[in-house]
């Protein structure tokens, strides 16, 4: 349970605060369609976070270890990889189910590869973080 909450909460963090700032400055959403798609997250958050937690962990295991036993640039590889091919099905799906244009899909699909490419290792960092607030490891 301890890890099912430590890595839907840093889901839930990470997400709102980036994608609010994505799909409002970069994508040129309005703050309620913002809005709307960050409270539409959270479901999806609450049934995806555990699963990533456990999918960066295999991808870790499958590529040299775990996060805390590989040097920091395997860590960033591996970081990214799994944030992208985890991240960017579901945030698009997100998009169109509220409303956002082709368009507008397209520049926060674009923006969003930018940044899930930029912040896999941040996330991953974040992630450890709150699994050791939550007393529990990567594995």
């Known amino acids: 349970m301890k890890r099912y909450l430590a890595d839907t909460l840093a889901m839930i963090v990470f997400s709102t605060v980036c994608g609010a700032f994505i799909e409002i400055v970069i994508a040129g959403l309005s703050i309620d369609q913002s809005m709307r798609i960050r409270i539409a ?9 555990r699963p990533y937690g456990l999918y960066r962990d295999w991808i870790f295991k499958l590529l040299g270890g775990n996060g805390n036993q590989v040097g920091e640039l395997k860590s960033t590889v591996i ?26 899909a397209l520049k926060a699909g674009g923006s969003i590869v930018v940044f899930l490419i930029i912040s896999g290792r941040p996330y991953g960092i974040f992630l450890n973080g709150c699994r050791k607030l939550f007393g529990v490891n990567s594995n």
Do not use: H, K, V
């Open 41 to 49: 997250a959270i479901p999806i958050i609450l049934f995806a976070g």
């Open 79 to 104: 970081d990214t990889f799994a944030n992208f091919s985890f991240q960017i099905t579901l945030y698009l799906i997100l998009l169109f189910i509220n409303g956002a244009t082709i368009e507008q």
